[in-house]
Nanobody
């Protein structure tokens, strides 16, 4: 079965950094796999953050995180990362890892909480 496990969340001060990880298993990595990060802040809808195409490494970012966040993949570990820099209170959310094959995200992790506060 497909399993996505996020880690790396926690409490960080404004201006600080965190790196999130998502370890994936049960996926066919030989296919045209898309993996991405989403987040859901309190009282808000779940929103796209960043994505990476497994085969090519091509990345996309939401405008709100461009220049601050970097998504990457480790093909040997079946893991994606989200390096988050210059964090602000607006980044406080539960961050979810997701994956899919046909232009939609079909699988989701349980989420990891990021709190930006002084």
């Amino acid at each position: 079965q497909v399993q996505l496990v996020e880690s790396g969340g926690g409490l960080v001060q404004p201006g600080g950094s965190l790196r999130l990880s998502c370890a994936a298993s049960g996926l066919d990595f030989s296919k045209n796999l898309m993996m991405g990060w989403f987040r859901q802040a309190p009282g808000k809808e779940r929103a796209f953050v960043a994505s990476v195409r497994w085969r090519t490494g091509t990345t996309d970012y939401a405008d709100s995180v461009k220049g601050r966040f970097t998504v990457s993949r480790d093909v040997n570990k079946n893991t994606i990362y989200l390096q988050m820099n210059s964090l602000g209170s607006e980044d406080t959310a539960v961050y979810y890892c997701s994956s899919g094959f046909a232009g939609s995200y079909d699988y989701w992790g349980q989420g990891t909480r990021v709190t930006v506060s002084s």
